[in-house]
């Protein structure tokens, strides 16, 4: 024990740091802090402008949906955009759906139209 005592004894004696002024040392760190303080300030406003595209977007979304269903119900199709005269229990049930089915693509488009157009602006 007394060796390893000797030996952290000989490292601090010969350990002799040149301090530097106080007055460089405030300097450097206050520089430092103001570069901190600098980055947070752009990290919040990118966090907020990023609140604001994804309300934006939310908005968006839910208008063309509720616009899409109110067209949809208000204009029925009597006749199927899809026909199929194959007697195909699946491609019947394709064309009995057929409006629903492309609405909902309709509705995934838009919203990766809005995605896009969001991620690009943020981008910007």
Same mark, same amino acid.
């Given at each position: ?23 460089? +040392? ?9 570069? =901190? $303080?600098?980055?947070?300030? /752009?990290?919040?406003?990118? @966090? ?35 026909? +199929? ?9 394709? =064309? $009995?759906?057929?409006?629903? /089915?492309?609405?909902?693509? @309709? ?18």
């Amino acid at each position: 024990m007394t060796e390893k005592d000797d030996t952290l004894k000989e490292l601090f004696r010969n350990f002799d740091p040149k301090l530097t002024d106080d007055t460089d +040392f405030m300097t450097q760190l206050n520089r430092r802090l103001e570069a =901190v $303080e600098y980055l947070k300030a /752009i990290q919040d406003r990118q @966090l907020r402008r990023y609140r604001y595209a994804i309300v934006a977007a939310f908005a968006v979304g839910i208008g063309c949906g509720s616009g899409l269903f109110y067209f949809l119900l208000k204009h029925p199709v009597i006749v199927p955009p899809l026909s +199929f005269n194959i007697p195909i229990p699946l491609l019947a049930t394709l =064309v $009995e759906n057929s409006n629903m /089915i492309l609405l909902s693509m @309709l509705t995934l488009l838009i919203s990766y139209a809005i995605i896009s157009t969001v991620n690009l602006l943020q981008k910007v």
